[in-house]
């Protein structure tokens, strides 16, 4: 069976976007600020490698992670130009789409900044506290290689994310919006960042997901941990159904069951794989189906192979987090053999150790044999 990338399509060029820069009729240059304000376009994907600035402290009409949220979305020509130039401009962008009584208020706004004693089981918080390998295991199981499974949720942060959800996508539906999905393999779904939720996610990431990744997962940069892609995807009925045999887009990913009533769904791995090895077969040990549960997750590498079976009834909604590191995908561009955590590479390498090991054992009994003689 092929496999597919799972991941978000890449940042696309916007026309308009250049960097030609406009004259008046007495040839004065004009602000690159008035350039792209005439425009009022935005870019139709982000631009990951754009680090949005902080509007905390600003007084605005609209949440501060609006504007962060929007501003990799800004025209490339925008991206330099002072703070108050871009809040200028994404504020007439959100008022010209967003007029008063069409704005999307956050339902629950304690979910925007993180609250760890409210969002977390208490199991979990305590061994983050500890920070160490024993106590990590302690509350985590390894049923397959690789796959890690631990409660982690609250259920009423569950709950409140769930309704945070159908809040968002209740007002896309009468204002008749078009937003991105999560990835190119589900059709239903939100990305959280997209909507204001981008600065919880990356202190998730930074402060609970990279010191377990740092410790399991230290061979895909677990320890470097830098960006993220957060989302939700829905299953059941009018909703998708399943998810096809696939990688995902990150170095390790975040897969938890946030609800609500449903049957089947589950997850199925077959063994981890770089590029070269991704259609390759699985061997018994790398087999393993996970049944969801509301509040429990899953930690996985990215680059393990896996699918969600059909949820056969009721809804099933999970958030997910990518987590990526800039540090890893550049040295992997001049890396060959990745026997570390490839599955196949490893085996490989096995082979070729024992094939060493019997051509040796052969030349010695050879020339033993010849010395005898």
């Known amino acids: 069976m092929s496999l597919s990338a799972d991941r978000r399509e890449g940042p696309s060029p916007v026309p308009g976007g250049g960097n030609d820069v406009a004259t008046g009729d007495v040839g004065r240059q004009a602000t690159v600020a008035q350039v792209v304000a005439a425009s009022q376009r935005l870019r139709l994907n982000p631009n990951k490698d754009h680090k949005p600035e902080s509007y905390e402290d600003l007084q605005l009409d609209f949440s501060p992670s609006i504007f ?8 490339p020509i925008m991206l ?8 200028k401009f994404m504020r007439e962008i959100l008022h010209k789409y967003l007029p008063i009584g069409e704005r999307n208020r956050p339902l629950h706004r304690e979910l925007y900044t993180m609250h760890p004693t409210t969002f977390f089981v208490p199991s979990f918080l305590k061994v983050i506290s500890d920070n160490s390998e024993e106590s990590f295991r302690s509350i985590m199981s390894e049923p397959s290689p690789g796959v890690f499974t631990f409660e ?3 259920p009423h942060f569950c709950e409140l994310l769930l309704a945070e959800v159908e809040n968002f996508e209740k007002w896309v539906n009468e204002a008749k919006f078009r937003i991105m999905r999560p990835n190119t393999m589900n059709k239903y779904g939100a990305v959280l960042d997209d909507f204001g939720l981008e600065t919880m996610l990356d202190k998730l990431m930074e402060g609970f997901i990279r010191p377990i990744s740092k410790v399991f997962f230290p061979e895909v940069g677990g320890s470097t941990l830098d960006s993220h892609h957060g989302f939700v995807v829905e299953y059941g009925r009018d909703r998708d159904v399943d998810l096809g045999f696939h990688v995902d887009d990150s170095e390790v990913t975040l897969n938890v069951c946030l609800g609500k009533q449903f049957a089947g769904g589950e997850l199925f791995f077959r063994g981890t794989r770089c590029d070269k090895h991704v259609n390759t077969g699985s061997q018994s040990e790398e087999i393993f189906d996970y049944s969801h549960v509301p509040g429990r997750a899953v930690l996985h590498r990215g680059r393990h192979r896996h699918g969600a079976r059909a949820t056969t009834s009721g809804h099933r909604i999970n958030l997910l987090l990518w987590c990526r590191s800039s540090v890893f995908r550049e040295m992997k561009k001049y890396q060959k053999d990745f026997a570390s955590w490839c599955g196949e590479c490893f085996r490989e390498k096995k082979e070729r150790q024992r094939l060493s090991i019997a051509t040796t054992k052969s030349e010695l009994l050879r020339k033993e044999g010849e010395s005898t003689t």
């Open 68 to 75: 962060s949220s929007l501003e990799p979305y800004l025209p």
């Open 80 to 87: 330099g130009v002072p703070r108050d130039d871009k809040v």
């Open 152 to 154: 982690m949720l609250q």
